[in-house]
T-cell receptor, first 114, second 110 residues
Framework: DAGVIQSPRHEVTEMGQEVTLRCKPISGHNSLFWYRQTMMRGLELLIY????????DSGMPEDRFSAKMPNASFSTLKIQPSEPRDSAVYFC????????????FGNGTRLTVT | SQELEQSPQSLIVQEGKNLTINCTSS?????LYWYKQKYGEGLIFLMMLQKGGEEKSHEKITAKLDEKKQQSSLHITASQPSHAGIYLC??????????FGTGTRLTVIP
């Protein structure tokens, strides 16, 4: 089992640029979650999908953020345009079909916007 | 909304000492999860508790969920440098997403 795979591991970009973060969940998992972690706010849920459908996006900070899950094995989180306050570590996690299954996290993408 | 408060925020212990981390919820917990995070890495799942009074152990780490299901504790016996990291508790909401506490940073001095 390869686990949840995120890319890139690190991203440095200039303010105003578009940023795309990618995630491959564990095969067979039907729920996918995007989180953001900062020192000030801790770990925040941005959006989660169930069976490729977005269920709750209330954590997405603003319209500059968007997430897609075109199929069961791939998801993207896009920020356009990026701002310095978006700098954080972004985590993707997936969980299985059984209710209350634990989430399995990727190693995250560290985003720095200058 | 439901909140999870962890205490202490940080903890420094000598190797070999026991320690306890607490997680308190403002509402009844329906599934409580403990994770560990090392710097620069993702969260590693440790244990899940669902029933009031439930207790689980893995190696030298024991977690409990109190009878009222509003507080959980994580206890490490004979701490080692490998136990160092950030410990986070997480809980499910009725909408099935998972939100996390504020985290406890553990340092173990050899």
């Amino acid at each position: 089992d390869a686990g949840v795979i995120q890319s890139p591991r690190h991203e440095v970009t200039e303010m105003g640029q578009e940023v795309t973060l990618r995630c491959k969940p564990i095969s067979g998992h039907n729920s996918l979650f995007w989180y953001r972690q900062t020192m000030m706010r801790g770990l925040e849920l941005l959006i989660y999908f169930n069976n490729n459908v977005p269920i709750d996006d209330s954590g997405m900070p603003e319209d500059r953020f968007s997430a897609k899950m075109p199929n069961a094995s791939f998801s993207t989180l896009k920020i356009q345009p990026s701002e310095p306050r978006d700098s954080a570590v972004y985590f993707c996690a997936s969980s299985g079909r059984v209710g209350n299954s634990p989430l399995h996290f990727g190693n995250g993408t560290r985003l720095t916007v200058t | 909304s439901q909140e999870l408060e962890q205490s202490p925020q940080s903890l420094i212990v000598q190797e070999g000492k026991n320690l306890t981390i607490n997680c308190t919820s403002s509402k009844t917990l329906y599934g409580l999860y403990w994770y560990k995070q090392k710097y620069g890495e993702g969260l590693i799942f440790l244990m899940m508790l669902q029933k009031g009074g439930e207790e689980k152990s893995h190696e030298k780490i024991t977690a409990k969920l109190d009878e009222k299901k509003q507080q959980s504790s994580l206890h490490i016996t004979a701490s080692q440098p490998s136990h160092a990291g950030i410990y986070l508790c997480g809980a499910r909401t009725g909408a099935n997403n998972l939100f996390f506490g504020t985290g406890t940073r553990l340092t173990v001095i050899p």
